[in-house]
């Protein structure tokens, strides 16, 4: 038998095989629903699914050979029984894209494919797209228990190249969680974090405080949310907001301190800064990061500084770097590229007059701290896969190897395996465009952010539970934000009884017109 007589015998004896009555309302669930060209949205997710990233002419000539196989085998194109999920597979590994697994589910016993309404993220997160079992271990058995049309996914639609990964590799995560996590669903909104990738951001170092010898603890946390429906960013951060979560082992008897969000990750590493974050605002949290000092002000220097425009003059106080002092500096108002160390002090350090932290809160730390992402943001995108392939792959692997670096999801897999990719598609098409900052949000008392809590000096006798901690001294100080009402940061439910409020606040933010203060 001719290699061609075999291929076309192979088609059709996997055609008989997998031909059922609801074989295209199955594929129709993993491709947009507004798709215009089913088979070709079909390739595409198959090859994101493989990691693959198809330039547009190559997907489009994927496309048309596709076509003409159907021609040569001598089917109806509208025959709603015909599996093209599976065979679209056995068209990739036939074209060399996709290497066949030797281990294969059985197509008529799996049932893979035959849950509606889930969409793309069910196929990725059963790895199990055309029956190739992948690595992760399937859910077929138990998925039942999970109602899948409630877990948010995230479509590709004009995401760029470098993220599309990261939203797949999400996709598949969120219906683990689902199904793995019992308090999955109590703590995100699925209306909220569907077409959404959230990255929680992690800065730690050391802080000149006021009144202070020795260098304290310094931490902020700040939550990148992509919207792939509108190609933009949401940004939120906090400003010392009080997060039970945290306080939970300490011992009452020793007397119960308040601690803010931003020592998540300090006193309980990733998972219990997943677990505040999504308590705190009902976000996914997909990917998290934790940057040191040193770690950002040698990623800055190796971009060549980051431009920036300072919208005002600005002195600060001194700060620290990796255990060492740094002077304190004046920011003249104008456009400059700034150095690492420079964009730390930027970021991180105080007005010289304390009072300008009230008098002038838009030039708040922590306003600054995501005017430093927004101009990172924009120069990433101003950057080629190639100049990341020379120093992103290298200074990623170094720095994870000192500690300077941590994060939450393999980045061999989704930023330096990623590179090539990208650049193969970047050099042959332009590639959709950059994402825009949409808006930010300083989740703070409306003296000094954008609102969404109040400063703890506001407790009022109506607050019973925060008035007895506050007069019995539970804050340090009485700049610590928390949220309005009668809340309870004792009781067992904290999405209710406490971040309620909180979690409103970023809904309507995140589903508001509104544009970005900056």
């Known amino acids: 038998m001719s290699e061609t007589a075999e291929t076309i015998t192979n088609y059709q004896n996997l055609v008989t095989q997998t031909r059922r009555p609801t074989a295209w309302n199955e594929t129709l669930s993993l491709i947009p629903s507004d798709s215009t060209d089913p088979i070709l949205d079909l390739i595409q997710v198959k090859a994101i699914v493989h990691q693959i990233i198809l330039a547009p002419k190559d997907l489009q000539k994927l496309a048309n050979e596709y076509d003409n196989l159907r021609e040569m085998l001598s089917f109806d194109p509208n025959d709603p029984t015909i599996d093209h999920s599976a065979l679209v597979d056995l068209f990739l590994q036939q074209k060399g894209l996709v290497k066949e697994e030797k281990r294969r589910t059985k197509r008529k016993s799996s049932k893979v494919g035959r849950f509606s309404g ?17 690595s992760t271990p399937m859910l077929r058995d138990t998925l ?43 703590r995100v909104d699925p209306e909220l ?11 730690r170092g050391q802080d000149f405080n006021p009144g202070m010898i020795k260098p304290q603890d310094f931490d902020t946390i700040t939550i990148l949310s992509y919207n792939s429906q509108s190609n933009a960013f949401d940004i939120i951060s906090f400003a010392d907001l009080r997060a039970p979560e945290l306080e939970q082992k300490q011992d009452p008897k020793q007397g119960i301190k308040a601690k803010s969000i931003s020592r998540a990750y300090r006193e309980g590493g990733f998972d219990l800064m997943r677990q505040t974050l999504e308590d705190a605002t009902g976000l996914v949290i997909d990917d998290q990061v934790s940057m040191s000092d040193e770690f950002l002000a040698d990623l800055f220097n190796s971009l060549g500084g980051i431009p920036i425009e300072i919208p005002w003059n600005l002195r600060t106080t001194g700060t620290y770097i990796g255990g060492n002092p740094q002077l304190p500096f004046q920011y003249e108002k104008g456009i400059f590229t700034l150095g690492g160390k420079r964009v730390i002090n930027f970021m991180k350090a105080r007005q010289a007059n304390a009072n300008d932290d009230w008098k002038m809160p838009e030039k708040r730390r922590e306003r600054r701290q995501v005017m430093i992402l927004e101009a990172f943001l924009g120069k990433l995108g101003k950057i080629s896969p190639d100049e990341w392939k020379q120093k992103i792959a290298w200074f990623l692997e170094t720095n994870i190897l000192k500690d300077k ?3 939450d999801f393999n980045h061999q897999a989704l930023i330096i395996n990623n590179l090539n990719r990208v650049a193969e598609a970047q050099a042959e098409n332009p590639p959709p465009p950059s994402p825009k900052v949409r808006q930010t949000t300083l989740v703070a008392d409306r003296n000094i952010g954008d609102g969404g809590v109040q400063g703890s000096f506001k407790i009022t006798t109506n607050q019973e539970v925060l008035f007895k901690d506050k007069e019995g001294g539970v ?9 309005f009402g009668n809340v309870n940061p004792y009781a067992k439910d904290l999405v209710h009884e406490y971040w309620e409020y909180v979690r409103k606040f970023i809904k309507d933010r995140f589903t508001s017109s509104l544009v970005s203060h900056s």
């Open 475 to 483: 804050f340090d100080d009485d700049q610590m934000n928390v949220p």
């Open 193 to 203: 974090n569907r077409n959404r990738l959230n990255i929680a951001l992690h800065h």
């Open 118 to 134: 889930a969409g793309l993220a069910t196929a990725i997160a059963l790895g199990t797209l055309g029956g190739v079992v992948a």
């Open 144 to 186: 039942t228990q999970v109602d899948i049309t409630k877990v948010p996914d995230i479509k590709i639609n004009q995401a760029p190249y470098f993220l599309r990964p990261f939203i797949v590799e999400a996709n598949k995560k969120r219906l683990e969680r689902a199904k793995f996590d019992s308090g999955f669903f109590h």
């Open 405 to 407: 670096l941590d994060t």
